[in-house]
C-alpha cells in the first residue's frame, strides 16, 4: 500500500515539476520581446512555415468534419423531428469547438513535431551551443519566432477552418439532405453570433501557443543523439494534443457556459 502511494505521489510531484519548467520556460522566452534584437525574418519564415503549409492538411479536415456532423445531426435529429436544426449545430460546434479543437491537434502533429525534431536535432549536434559561443540568444533566435508565429497564424487557419466546416455541412445539407439552400443559410446566419467566431478564435491563439512552445521545449531539451530527438518529437505530439484538450475545457467552461 505504501509503495503504491509513494507512486503516486512520485508521478504528481514529476508532473508539477514539468509544468513549472515548461512554464519558466515560456517566461523565459516571452521575456525576450521587451528588448531587441528582434528576428523579424525568421519569425515571417516561420509564419510561412505554420501557417501556410498546414492550410491543406487544416482544411481538408475541417470540411470533411463539416459534412460529416452535418449527417450525424440529421441522423440522430430525426428521431425526434429536430432536422431544421442541423444547420444551428453545424455552425456552432465548428465555430466554438471543433474547428480550434481540429485545427490545433492537426498543426500539433505537422508543426509541433518538425519544430522538437528541428530544434532537437540543433541541440545534439551542439549548434545551440555554437550560437550562444557567437553570442546568439538561443532563445530569441530560435524559440520566440516561433512561439509568435503559433500565437498568430493558427487563428487564421481555424477562420479558414470554421468556413470550410460550415460549406461542407452546407453542401451535404442542401445536396444530400436535401434542405432548402436559402433557409439553410438564413438558419446558420439567425443563430451564429460574434462571440462565437471570436472567443473560437481565442482558443484557437491558445492552442498555437502550446502547440510551439511544447515543440520547442522538447526539442531545447532533448539529449541523447537520434534517440532522443525522436523521444522528443513523440513527447512533443503527445503532451500539445493533451493540452489542447485539457485547455479546451476550461477555455469552454469560461466563455460558454454561464
Known sequence: MLSFLRAIG???FAFLGAT??????AL????RVLRPPY????????????GYFSLPVVGLTALFTGMVLALQSYVGFARFNAESSVATVVVLSMTRELGPVIGGLMVAGR?????????GTMRVTDQIDALSTLSTDPLRYLVLPRLLAGLLTLPFLVLVADVLGVFGGFLVGTYKLGFNPAAYLEQTHQYLEAKDVVLGLVKASVFGFIVTLTGCYQGYHSRGGAQGVGQATTYAVVSASVLILLSDYFLTQAFFTR
Not at 508543426?111 to 530544434?119: F, K
Open 20 to 25: 513549472g519548467r515548461l512554464f519558466l520556460f
Open 111 to 119: 508543426v509541433g513535431a518538425a519544430i522538437a525534431a528541428e530544434i
Open 10 to 12: 512520485a508521478g504528481f
Open 28 to 31: 523565459a522566452s516571452l521575456a
Open 39 to 50: 528576428y523579424l525574418r525568421a519569425t515571417l519564415r516561420q509564419v510561412i512555415e505554420i
